[in-house]
């Protein structure tokens, strides 16, 4: 990866609330030892990482937007379209009712998954015991790699992945999808905007724009990390032309495989943060 200047603001990041490997606080403080002003925390399907956070920010110049990260789509879809909800304040909003439903979907997708590493003739009785000793624990793909890693099932970490995890592989168990309009209407009622994630890795864009486009949308993630400038130009563009907001981030999982050092490579400039919050206020967003 060219490595860039680092951006002021980086809205698109996950701790291990999701499927990150540091924990809230540690990413709060990379993000400022690198020379971050702003990291929005976008865990999949929780929220649950964001208070520490926000804590971890305290007599700290870094600030924390409050952030979730939903996949959408169609039943039996390869792949989801990710939403994130930024500036979100979602007690007792239909958000939190929706990421309850994920979380206890998402619970019953890690078991299946470990019992398909089961098959496979692992033993995976240990990280089934750390995964149900709390309650919010998550079991992301990272995890279950470095724990095939740690028991020396593969050789190394990437490995799970190419063998075991990915689609189309043994141990892969398709994500359960939100519907598009639900999970807006779900991020608006929490008082945040829409914002359409990394639209440079959608497939097969056009048809899916074209299904999805005259949905109420607030903004695109027009500055992904991924996108090409020719990319980030068309999809600055479409914002322009609706009116909706461009935001922009490096989808962070911590430092490995192609995350390493990844942290405020993508996001937005000063100016371009102020913008956004320009934008926000004409929501009823403060920040
Ligand atoms: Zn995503
Ligand atoms: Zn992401």
Not at 8 to 36: C, N, R, W, Y
Not at 76 to 105: M, N, T, Y
Not at 171 to 189: G, L, R, S
Request: charge should be negative.
């Amino acid at each position: 990866m060219k490595i860039r200047p680092v951006a002021f603001a980086d809205l698109h990041t996950h701790s291990s609330a999701s499927d990150g490997t540091m924990t809230p606080t540690q990413l709060v403080e990379k993000a400022e030892s690198i020379g971050l002003s702003v990291i929005a925390i976008t865990d999949h399907d929780t929220i649950s990482g964001v208070k520490e956070a926000q804590a971890a920010c305290k007599n700290k110049k870094i600030k924390v937007v409050a952030g979730t990260e939903l996949s959408c789509g169609d039943p039996g879809q390869e792949k989801s379209v990710h939403v994130l909800g930024l500036f979100i304040s979602p007690e007792k909003s239909k958000l939190s009712d929706i990421l309850d439903e994920q979380r206890r979907l998402r619970y019953i997708r890690a078991l299946k998954i470990l019992n398909l590493l089961r098959e496979q003739g692992f033993d995976m009785d240990e990280l089934e015991n750390w995964f149900k000793s709390e309650p919010n624990r998550v079991l992301g793909r990272p995890h279950l790699a470095h724990y095939l890693e740690d028991k020396g099932y593969i050789k190394d970490f990437d490995e799970a992945f190419k063998k075991y995890l990915s689609y189309g592989c043994p141990a892969y168990v398709p994500k359960d999808y939100i519907e598009y309009k639900t999970a807006i209407e779900a991020i608006h009622d929490a008082g945040g905007i829409a914002v359409l994630a990394h639209p440079g890795l959608i497939p097969n864009w056009e048809a899916t724009w074209e299904k999805i486009k005259d949905l109420p949308w607030d903004g695109i993630e027009a500055f992904y990390i991924e996108h090409k400038n020719k990319d980030v130009e068309n999809f600055f563009n479409i914002a322009q032309e609706r009116h909706i907001a461009s935001t922009g981030g490096s989808d962070y999982h911590g430092d490995y495989g192609k995350h390493l050092d990844r942290l405020g490579q993508g996001g937005l400039t000063e100016e371009q943060f102020n913008e956004l919050i320009k934008f926000c206020a004409t929501r009823g967003i403060k920040f």
